[in-house]
């Protein structure tokens, strides 16, 4: 199974930007499809965003669309999410996610990351 390890969390004011990074491990990287959740304080984890293998469909949640971009190197073995115009909102742990086909509830993805800490401040 492939291991996740996310990056390029931090603090950040309002209308800013930030690229989170998830590399992953294993020469099977490009054949899992991937995905970014996130839990706020008190909140479920929610969908963000999602990436076939290949890089050529992309799914996105109504809060982000427009302003989050997800996008993979399967050379580097990883995925990014160029996160702009955030608002306090956005603040939350984001987690990466794989499996073979993408979803949006959290349950389906078996693999996760340990998270990294996003905090947009007012």
């Known amino acids: 199974q492939v291991q996740l390890v996310e990056s390029g969390g931090g603090l950040v004011q309002a209308g800013g930007s930030l690229r989170l990074s998830c590399a992953g491990s294993?020469?099977?990287?490009?054949?899992?499809?991937m995905g970014w959740f996130r839990q706020g304080p008190g909140k479920e984890r929610e969908f963000v965003a999602a990436?076939?293998?290949?890089?050529?469909?992309?799914y996105y949640a109504d809060s982000v669309k427009g302003r989050f971009t997800i996008s993979r190197d399967n050379a580097k073995s990883t995925v990014y999410l160029q996160m702009n115009s955030l608002k306090p909102e956005d603040t939350a742990v984001y987690y990466c996610?794989?499996?073979?086909?993408?979803?949006?509830?959290?349950?389906?993805?078996?693999?996760w990351g340990q998270g990294t800490q996003v905090t947009v401040s007012s």
């Open positions: 996610a794989a499996d073979s086909s993408v979803s949006y509830s959290s349950s389906w993805w078996s693999a």
């Open positions: 990436i076939n293998w290949d890089g050529d469909k992309t």
């Open positions: 294993g020469r099977t990287f490009s054949s899992y499809a």
